[in-house]
């Protein structure tokens, strides 16, 4: 039952207009420097009638430029595109810049003013256009045992002419870079140039710097500190991975009112200096002497002659790259909860929140007085918990100057983070919260996405995802952030790329980090972490679900944003992956044997046997073998490769018939009878139409069975929900989501968590750590199931590439008296919600200009296509519940009961009693053989701890319970 025809709201009249113009996948306004001649546009129509659909654009330079083009028009079917156009004008050459305007016709023939300018400027597009070399203070040092020394100084002295118009400063370096031009800092960007990967590509970034010269001399510096070129990385002490020197590249481009042009680039003219910033790690924090420092040394005027020349490295021996998405920026400051004095020492800092970044205190002293700050993510018996950190450090350190006028001193690291809620400041007589603030470090990636809910946990889970994400998206999409590891975990990234690409606009970062997983790809094999650093010198090791990023990741980044280029990009490293895999199997197209890390952190594995899960590795791996070979073939069809289409859709059908044949009986049980299997087999189609029911039913009695905790580890947790709610189990589904016993998604919350954990009880319920060498407290991985609180408990999902058509399909459940999604779509911003009121149920869609939207009611009726605008439905709120909880009776089997959140626990807390299980999950275990009894007489027959029945007693008592 339905409303009839949907309303609407009152129809928009304003006239329409672009707004938000923007090339690749930079953000409006960053176009600097990108590394194309033809760099794709796209655009927002804001403003528009209801139903408005746009026919035609066109392009222009900006009216003023003076290379002013007449317009170029796109009309016919291509003229309805908004998203990720092809560059129509001239292709741009090196360093050149240009103003470009949009301006589109609707189909009413109406065309809307030209878009406000948007300037967009190439980057260096050859090799040639490079006259920068590699320069060093470091002496050579022995393989992986860099020379230790203090962060060094360089500088050189220029001499600019008067009518400069135009100046650009290309960077990078090996190691990191912080620049200055007379005395200021260079951009916002932090650790820069990032983390790619280092043997095969160095990206640089540009800067406009035209308002830091001024005619006549001027001074360009730098400090370079270790990095991940030259620091530690991973676990054992390992060092210098990439190189034992660090050093910079930096080429200054002006530009003349009379048209000359001049460069001035890093060469033997520089000289170098110790800095007062004596030692510095990602990994062990950093140690500086503000005795030493002297910030003069990057002004004019300032006495060199000490110092000495750099060493010349020579070109670099990798190709330079632009940046195809934003830098790591600070953005934003976290004030400090709470200061209490130490257990142990000094003042402990509470933030309130786990974070990522750096610590920023205000401190008085006296010459020499020395500050140590040190970090954590938790507590343990009141002082710090750093055994999760294993060997990293997290320690800053800081030689006080003696400010003479008694001022405080502002302390902050430069070149390190940390992860952390806690911090422990050591040598000042006194700290108040006002005098420290943590300084929040990511990838600049502009927030996309917004859930809410009537359930207060719930919500702060998904904003624990999010913050997680924050913390964790930090140049490469990283496991942790706190502890000797901090890599581009492939499997991480892989499950969770779906929600990063609700949550935030990261089309641009997965690009960039997508060329690296390419790059470091051999044989087809891809690397567990990216970039590379785990693999030996025989190349990487294939594990599925991790080297399953190769195919996953550029699919979901097409699916989400609309690029079509990625996919054509990534297309030989897709199919290398696939190749590899098919290696693997053989001819019998089983992936067996070998190593996998399988359904990772399962939470009946050991604390020190993670990869010791329920699911078969082999079923796994086969199922992304299948999985692999589908996504390819999907990537084919995108790209119009017909034979290819065709090849790799029999490939897949042949390995899902091995599948079937070799772990799935013919009713539909999967081999190693767990969660995970079933969620893998039923989301990715790869059971015979009869077996999906039983294999349906089977995966619901799992989880009642469980108690509704969890149990299923990176592979299955990101699947479980969908596999539930697409076989009509949506009640299991939520019944599973808002459990809050351990394991859960919801128990790290109970336990005042702030960020997703790396396990299901990184933290025990009695406060304790877990005793697992691997305890992060900020791990992204299995907070992917906020996709399915956007997808399907909000019900806002892409229907079409780019979300160029909505999907609407709410399935609400679980209690919920509200819910709602909302998310910048590359059209514009879309929402979903709904809310009960009453005995109705309200749902309101908003639809941006541009696309349409398919909507599905809960109540099953036909799906209704509605274009942009606002859109309201309406249903009985009884009819909208289909995942509404069921009241149970006397005469319900075991099954039944289980599906009551209200009588369960009555029933559990009488078992409990009469010793059939210590908790909700043990009692449920016990009941598992009699789940098509009514409860009743099951309570007669099941087993206490002890082996003997409670009997007739505990049958009466639940008789009583249910019938009340």
Not at 605 to 629: G, K, N
Not at 782 to 806: F, Q
Not at 922 to 929: D, K, P, Y
Request: glycine share 10%; charged share 25%.
């Amino acid at each position: 039952m339905t409303s009839d025809t949907p309303t609407t709201s009152a129809a928009t009249t304003g006239t329409p207009r672009v707004v938000d113009l923007r090339a690749e996948h930079h953000a409006p306004g960053e176009a600097l420097g990108v590394g194309e001649a033809a760099p794709r546009l796209s655009w927002r129509v804001e403003d528009a009638p209801d139903g408005w659909r746009q026919r035609r654009y066109e392009v222009r330079r900006a009216v003023g430029d003076a290379e002013a083009q007449e317009p170029v028009v796109v009309d016919g079917p291509a003229g309805a595109d908004q998203v990720l156009v092809p560059w129509p004008l001239v292709p741009l050459s090196s360093g050149e810049g240009v103003l470009v305007q949009v301006r589109v016709t609707g189909d009413d023939g109406r065309a809307t003013a030209w878009s406000a300018p948007e300037p967009v400027e190439a980057a260096l597009l050859a090799d040639e256009d490079w006259d920068a070399v590699l320069v060093t203070a470091d002496p050579e040092g022995s393989p992986g045992a860099p020379v230790p020394s203090p962060a060094p100084a360089l500088r050189r002295t220029l001499h600019v002419d008067d009518g400069l118009v135009r100046a650009r400063l290309r960077l990078t370096g090996h190691g990191l870079v912080e620049a200055w031009v007379n005395g200021q800092r260079v951009g916002d960007e932090e650790l820069a140039p990032g983390w790619t990967a280092y043997r095969s590509r160095l990206r640089y970034r540009t800067h406009d710097v035209t308002d830091l010269l001024e005619p006549g001399d001027n001074v360009l510096g730098a400090l370079l500190g270790n990095g991940w070129w030259r620091g530690r990385l991973t676990w054992g002490d390992r060092r210098a991975l990439y190189g034992t020197r660090r050093a910079l590249l930096a080429q200054l481009e002006l530009t003349y009112a009379d048209g000359r042009t001049e460069r001035v680039v890093t060469d033997g003219d520089w000289r170098w200096a110790p800095s007062h910033v004596l030692d510095d790690d990602l990994y062990d924090g950093e140690h500086v002497d503000l005795r030493r420092r002297d910030d003069a040394w990057a002004a004019a005027g300032f006495d060199d002659s000490g110092w000495e020349p750099v060493t010349v490295l020579g070109r670099s021996e990798v190709p330079l790259v632009a940046a195809d998405a934003p830098p790591v920026r600070a953005v934003r400051t976290v004030p400090a909860r709470s200061v209490e004095p130490s257990p142990e020492e000094g003042f402990l800092v509470d933030l309130g929140e786990n974070v990522v970044g750096r610590l920023r205190v205000r401190v008085r002293g006296a010459a020499g007085d020395r500050v140590v700050v040190r970090h954590a993510e938790v507590l343990e018996d009141g002082a710090l918990g750093v055994r999760p950190l294993r060997s990293a450090r997290a320690t800053d350190t800081y030689d006080l100057a003696g400010a003479a006028d008694g001022e405080p001193e502002v302390l902050e690291p430069r070149f390190t983070f940390h992860g952390f809620r806690y911090a422990e400041v050591r040598g000042v007589p006194d700290l108040r919260a006002e005098d420290v603030e943590a300084v929040v470090l990511t990838s600049d990636l502009p927030r996309t996405g917004e859930f809410s809910s009537s359930h207060e946990l719930l919500d702060t889970f998904h904003e624990n995802v999010r913050r997680g994400m924050q913390g964790n998206f930090l140049d490469v999409p990283t496991d942790c952030p706190q502890r000797d590891e901090r890599l581009g975990w492939t499997g991480d990234a892989q499950v969770f790329a779906p929600t990063a690409s609700f949550l935030a606009a990261s089309g641009g970062f997965w690009v960039s980090w997508l060329k690296d997983v390419a790059a470091d790809q051999v044989d087809g094999a891809v690397p567990f972490v990216v970039p590379d650093v785990l693999s030996d010198d025989d190349g990487p090791v294939p594990a599925a679900a991790w080297g399953d990023a190769a195919v996953v990741v550029p699919t979901v980044v097409h699916e989400r944003t609309g690029d079509v280029e990625v996919l054509r990009r990534q297309w030989p490293s897709m199919v290398a992956w696939a190749e590899r895999l098919l290696r693997e199997a053989g001819d019998d197209l089983l992936w067996t044997g070998g190593f996998q890390f399988g359904d990772w952190l399962d939470p009946t594995a050991p604390p020190d046997a993670p990869a010791a899960a329920q699911a078969d590795p082999d079923v796994v791996a086969t199922a992304h073998l299948a999985r692999a070979a589908r996504l390819v073939e999907r990537a084919a069809r995108v790209l119009g490769r017909t034979e290819d289409e065709a090849r790799w859709r029999a490939t897949a059908e042949r390995v899902e018939a091995a599948f079937v044949a070799e772990y799935v009986t013919p009713s539909g049980r999967v081999l190693s009878d767990c969660p995970t299997v079933y969620a893998v087999a039923l989301c990715w189609d790869l059971l015979p139409e009869g077996a999906r029911a039983h294999a349906a039913d089977r995966l619901a009695d799992l989880v009642r069975t469980a108690g509704f905790r969890i149990a299923t580890g990176f592979v299955g947790t990101p699947l479980v929900t969908d596999a539930l709610a697409t076989t009509g189990h949506v009640d299991v589904a939520y019944r599973l989501l808002l459990e809050q016993g351990c394991p859960s998604w919801l128990y790290p919350v109970t336990m005042g968590a702030t960020t997703v954990w790396e396990r299901w009880d990184s933290m025990l319920p009695d406060g304790s750590i877990n005793p697992g060498e691997m305890t992060s407290f900020n791990h992204y991985a299995l907070g992917a199931v906020a996709d399915w609180l956007h997808r399907t408990v909000a019900g806002l999902a892409p229907a079409e590439p780019g979300y160029r058509r909505l999907l609407v399909r709410p399935l609400p459940g679980g209690g919920l008296t509200r819910a709602a999604a909302r998310h910048v779509t590359p059209y514009g911003r879309a929402a979903v919600a709904w809310h009960v009121e009453g005995d109705r149920w309200h749902l309101e869609v908003v639809v941006p200009t541009g696309t349409t939207a398919e909507v599905h009611l809960p109540d099953g009726s036909a799906a209704q296509e509605v274009g942009s605008g606002t859109h309201r439905f309406e249903l009985p709120a009884d009819v909208a519940a289909v995942g509404g909880p069921a009241r149970a009776t006397t005469t319900s089997t075991t099954r039944e009961a289980m599906a009551d959140p209200e009588r369960w626990p009555e029933v559990v807390a009488a078992m409990v009693e009469a010793g059939v299980g210590r908790d909700d999950a043990e009692v449920a275990s016990m009941l598992g053989g009699f789940l098509d009894l009514p409860l009743v007489r099951a309570a007669r027959v099941v087993p206490s701890r002890g082996g003997t029945p409670p009997g007739e007693p505990l049958a009466r008592r639940v008789e009583a319970l249910l019938g009340a």
